[in-house]
């Protein structure tokens, strides 16, 4: 952060110069302390997997699930209200929200195949996530609160990890095209 002067000199074989000087101002826009920041993860040290939080500096681990079914993908709503997780308490892979402090778990999917990677929509108002099933990946969309799911995007291979553009009117996501395919492409999709 500053105020700097550069200039810039030219000189020609004969000796004659000619110089200029700009004035830049650089300003670091630095984002407010967090004061409340918390992080959500997950692990097995209770021998399943569970969902748990802490403060950003680790402290105040609070255990937010407790199923045993496997519960993972923990994603943080934008208010840091809600968490949308992936649990397969059905037998399958499905999406919930739960409060940030574990109460109030509701079931999102009823879709019965893999489901992973729920992301949130800026406005906190949709949550998308990859799924497989019969052989094709997908895109999906659903409601935080109410609705049912909608394919955005279908393919072979598998989709993973969609990310909301900060507008909201965008998800990109990467994609193995085909099933002995290794190489993941990063696509945009409209939303």
């Known amino acids: 952060e500053g105020v700097y002067l ?12 000619d110089r200029d000087t700009i004035r830049v101002t650089v300003f670091v826009n630095k984002p407010p302390a967090c004061t409340n920041c918390k992080i959500a993860f ?8 569970e969902i748990y939080s802490c403060n950003a500096d680790g402290s105040n ?20 209200s809600h968490i949308a997780f992936v649990s397969d308490r059905t037998g399958h ?3 919930y929200i739960m409060n940030a402090d574990g109460s109030n778990v509701v079931r999102r999917t009823f879709l019965e195949n893999s489901t992973q990677s729920p992301a949130w929509s800026p406005d906190g108002a ?3 996530y990859s799924s497989n099933s019969n052989g094709r990946a997908n895109i999906s969309v659903v409601g935080a609160m109410s609705g049912s799911p909608s394919v955005l995007f279908e393919a072979p291979g598998r989709i ?6 900060p507008d909201g009117t965008k ?13 993941y492409y990063s696509f945009t999709i409209n939303s």
Not at 6 to 17: N, Q, S, W, Y
Not at 42 to 49: E, K, L, P, T
Not at 160 to 165: E, F, I, M, T, V
């Open 61 to 80: 681990i609070l255990r937010l699930t407790n199923n045993t079914a496997s519960d993972e993908w923990p994603a943080w709503s934008p208010d840091g």
């Open 126 to 128: 949709r949550i998308a």
């Open 171 to 183: 998800l990109a996501l990467g994609s193995v095209r085909f099933a002995s395919d290794f190489v």
């Open 42 to 49: 997950v692990s097995d040290r209770d021998g399943n997997a």
């Open 93 to 95: 892979s499905e999406i």
């Open 160 to 165: 993973r990890a969609p990310s909301w553009s």
């Open 6 to 17: 550069f200039e810039l000199k030219v000189t020609d074989a004969d000796g004659l110069f």
